[in-house]
């Protein structure tokens, strides 16, 4: 079973910032989270990792809380593009066991 | 764009037939892992090959099997198929050493089975 938990859901003005929560309150001290987005029915695409820092890319930011039991994807100006299904994954990798578990996502939608 | 293919990019069969399907990994990755994902649910994990061994299985039947061949390059078959085989078929590429790496998907195989 995945080991987080998100909104079913979500709808973001395009422009603004969008913020996507994630609970994984049994999140172990070498596990790291990850996030990917699906965009209609594509393969699932890489967008950030982190494993205590905050972090920031390209395309977004991860935001950990200290006690690491939750997260916050932030995509910083969103476009309509981004509109996909956004899963927040914890993972870890022991002798090479690197099988992702996905939960449901959040659905993410940009209005105009 | 991520570097993984995958082929055909839509496929229909029929229940019992077999089908194979291809996926071709990132340049410099050592590892292939699929993934099964039905309509309206994330992705399941089905196995994963590591210089050509399988390096892990999900609760997938044996009828669904792998190959990975020396270029890292990777085969899904499933056997006998069932109606509910239908769904998008993920890989995934990385180079798996001392520390985790990230997994690249490829663009899916939509599998229909009647």
């Known amino acids: 079973d995945a080991k987080t938990t998100q909104p079913p859901s979500m709808d973001c003005a395009e422009g603004r910032a969008a913020n996507l929560p994630c609970n994984h309150s049994t999140i172990s001290g070498n596990e790291y989270v990850y996030w990917y987005r699906q965009i209609h029915s594509q393969g699932p695409q890489y967008i950030i990792h982190g494993l205590k820092n905050n972090e920031t890319n390209e395309m977004a930011s991860l935001i950990i809380t200290e006690d690491r039991k939750s997260s916050t994807l932030i995509l910083p100006h969103a476009t309509l593009r981004d509109t996909a299904v956004y899963y927040c994954?914890?993972?870890?990798?022991?002798?090479?066991?690197?099988?992702?578990?996905f939960g449901k996502g959040t659905r993410l939608h940009i209005l105009p | 764009e991520t570097g993984v293919t995958q082929s055909p990019t839509h496929l229909i069969k029929t229940r019992g037939q077999q089908v194979t399907l291809r996926c071709s990994s990132q340049s410099g990755h050592n590892t292939v892992s699929w993934y099964q994902q039905a309509l309206g649910q994330g992705p399941q994990f089905i196995f994963q090959y590591y210089r050509e061994e399988e390096n892990g299985r999900g609760n997938f039947p044996p009828r669904f099997s792998g190959l990975q061949f020396p270029n890292y390059s990777s085969e899904l078959n499933v056997n006998a198929l069932e109606l509910d085989d239908s769904a998008l078929y993920l890989c995934?590429?990385?180079?798996?050493?001392?520390?985790?790496?990230?997994?690249?998907f490829g663009p899916g195989t939509r599998l229909l089975v009647l």
């Open positions: 995934a590429s990385s180079l798996q050493g001392q520390y985790q790496e990230t997994q690249y």
């Open positions: 994954i914890v993972r870890v990798y022991v002798n090479r066991d690197d099988k992702i578990i």
